[in-house]
């Protein structure tokens, strides 16, 4: 492989070596791979190379894009942290915990209510890291170390990415290649439909349940498997890319609970959650009117905060429809279901703010190291490689594509839009259908949520481990590495 390639793949490799080395923080990995692509730009990649724009002027748009982005990720992570410590305060966690408890026989089947069916059903209905937010600090709770909730939340959750946020990412492949949104759902349903077990074992595994009996938690792992993937198939097939998480979650989680209770699952009066579910429940309410009600979504929608600078870089954000909007409003509304008063709400979120500084620099990091990466053509130089020196055998490494993306903007969507017409292409060039290798572009990107160091630096915050992002790492790296595989065997397998 010529030089520019491995020069472009630098800094993501010298990020994952110092994470997963050396144990170094997100923060430490992250300014040491920005410094790298810095370098980089400065030589053999051409930053500054539109028409009439500086250097400086370069460095300071990619700056900017990567705090713009810092901050939308912030105002998930920060109300998210912020219910995690008033519900650990107030008791709330520990009788959520004592109710699962009885609901769950064991720890495996415990690990799946909340790493596997919760975490998907927040995924489905709102994504951008917010079941990750949600989940591993749950999981926490009920007695996992707290690098192990992350690591199994990040993993659960990963299956269903690729129709997150009522089918974001789908919705926006469909936009850019101009296939319709049912012909892309059906194949990316399937290929995790056939490989999502292997999420499901990993994430019980990862949660130390199989300590109890392997067998036993594996099995159970199948089942949930089943479970869940098997409506989401029929309902991407059927509908379309809005609904598999989270029909296949709701319907499988209600499945699961009744398997595992032995159709006898107790009253939730019996269970006395009382108004430990509070904030829960009108997150749950919230996201599912802004998302499902069309009226409301328009009007969630329309509001928009965007910026342009020099024509070439920008962002946007829909505060109303951003889960830290939604996440803010649930704290509030159920600390007030709960009786609490709205002067020790907004000090709990004081109080948590003043933790969020060590986050802040590590997103900081990580993200303006992905936005220069884009803008200098590092990731273009990466996948165009792949296709010169691959040729017939791309289809392997199609879903790996995906995941690459994922990995540099933390988001499946931003993958899909950065990849996907370079995949389209790609299969015309190869004569392979179109569609197969978008599916393998959407699997790869959801999957590859799992090992995007911001959504892990995201994590650990929400648990209170900010720093310790390098093991979180190592616990999700193989999973994804063993389903980036199988995915691809499965689309070299299909276009044959």
Request: glycine share 14%; net charge positive.
């Amino acid at each position: 492989m010529p030089l520019r390639p491995w020069l472009a793949v630098s800094p993501i490799l010298l990020v994952l070596v110092v994470m997963a080395g050396f144990g170094r923080s997100a923060a430490v990995a992250g300014a040491a791979g920005l410094a790298l692509a810095v370098g980089l730009a400065l030589g053999p990649f051409a930053l500054h190379a539109a028409p009439g724009l500086g250097l400086g002027e370069a460095l300071l748009g990619v700056t900017l894009e990567g705090l713009f982005l810092t901050a939308t990720v912030l105002a998930i992570v920060w109300p998210a942290l912020a219910l995690h410590r008033w519900q650990t305060e107030t008791g709330a966690t520990e009788r959520i915990r004592a109710a699962l408890a009885r609901l769950a026989p064991d720890a495996a089947a415990l690990s799946l209510l909340v790493g596997w069916f919760f975490a998907l059903f927040v995924e489905g209905a709102a994504g951008f890291g917010t079941p990750v937010a949600l989940a591993a600090p749950l999981l926490a709770g009920f007695g996992l170390d707290p690098a192990q909730a992350v690591a199994v939340a990040l993993i659960g959750h990963s299956v269903g990415v690729s129709f997150g946020a009522v089918g974001t990412p789908v919705l926006a492949q469909a936009e850019l290649v101009s296939i319709g949104e049912r012909a892309l759902a059906g194949p990316t349903a399937l290929i995790h439909g056939l490989l999502g077990p292997i999420l499901a074992i990993a994430a019980v595994l990862r949660s130390g349940a199989g300590r109890e009996g392997v067998g036993r938690g594996v099995a159970l792992a199948i089942l949930a498997a089943v479970l869940f993937l098997t409506p989401s198939v029929l309902v991407a097939h059927a509908i379309g890319p809005e609904l598999p998480t989270l029909v296949g979650a709701l319907a499988g989680g209600m499945a699961f609970v009744l398997v595992i209770t032995r159709f006898r699952p107790p009253s939730l009066a019996s269970v006395r959650l009382g108004s430990a579910l509070a904030p829960y429940l009108v997150l749950i309410g919230l996201v599912l009117v802004t998302r499902l009600v069309p009226p409301v979504r328009a009007m969630a929608e329309a509001p928009v905060i965007s910026w342009r600078l020099w024509g070439r870089f920008g962002g946007s954000v829909r505060p109303l429809f951003h889960p830290g909007t939604l996440l803010v409003m649930a704290f509030f509304a159920g600390g007030l279901w709960r009786g609490a008063r709205v002067g020790v709400l907004a000090r709990t979120l004081g109080r948590t703010a003043l933790d969020l500084g060590r986050v802040a620099a590590a997103l900081v990091a990580m993200l303006v190291l992905a936005r220069l990466m884009l803008h200098a053509g590092m990731i273009t130089a990466l996948a165009e490689a792949a296709i010169g020196g691959i040729g017939p055998f791309y289809p392997l490494l199609a879903p790996a594509v995906g995941a690459l993306g994922s990995f540099v903007t933390g988001s499946a969507t931003a993958s899909n839009i950065l990849f996907s017409a370079l995949q389209a292409a790609t299969a015309e060039g190869l004569g392979l259908s179109p569609v197969l290798l978008l599916a393998a572009q959407g699997v790869g990107a959801g999957v590859g949520n799992i090992i995007c160091p911001h959504n892990i630096v995201a994590g650990a915050a929400t648990v209170g481990i900010a720093g310790a992002e390098g093991a979180i790492l190592r616990a999700t790296m193989l999973p994804c590495l063993i389903y980036l595989a199988a995915a691809g065997s499965v689309v070299v397998f299909l276009a044959s």
